[in-house]
């Protein structure tokens, strides 16, 4: 179900939508991660026909283009299990700009035993 908000949200025009993302790491994502999972979302969305621009911060109050379609991405940690259970991230899609919250604490306890795995997973988790 998460995944089907964004196919509708790129689906609204004849070509793929761009999508301006505003990353906001909380200083919980070591660089080497987010940069590697960045190239990773970068190239599996390019072969579904769509851009992905990579923006630190908050998106501005007015919102991108009417062909691009912002999406603000977090990481928290320390969210009790019970909460979102099993779950490595969750969306708010209708939000005015949908959110993407990764919970990065259980993404690096599903990684532990393949560190070098983290920044795809990530990705995926992105994606």
């Known amino acids: 179900m998460k995944r ?23 200083g919980l994502v070591p660089n080497q991660a987010s940069y590697g999972a960045k190239i990773q979302v970068t190239r599996m969305m390019a072969r579904v026909g769509v851009t ?9 109050a007015k919102g991108p283009s009417a062909r691009s379609v912002a999406i603000r991405a977090g990481f928290i940690a320390g969210i009790p299990e019970h909460l979102h259970k099993g779950a490595l991230a969750y969306a708010q899609p209708f939000d ?11 993404l690096q306890d599903a990684a532990r035993t393949r560190p070098r795995l983290e920044r795809t997973l990530l990705a995926h988790v992105l994606v």
Do not use: K
């Not at 992905?52 to 501005?60: F, L, S, T």
């Open 96 to 106: 005015s700009i949908p959110v993407i919250t990764v919970m990065y604490d259980r």
């Open 52 to 60: 992905v621009d990579w923006r630190n911060g908050e998106p501005p």
């Open 4 to 26: 089907v908000w964004v196919i509708a949200l790129l689906a609204g025009s004849s070509r793929a939508a761009d999508v301006t993302v505003f990353m906001t790491t909380s």
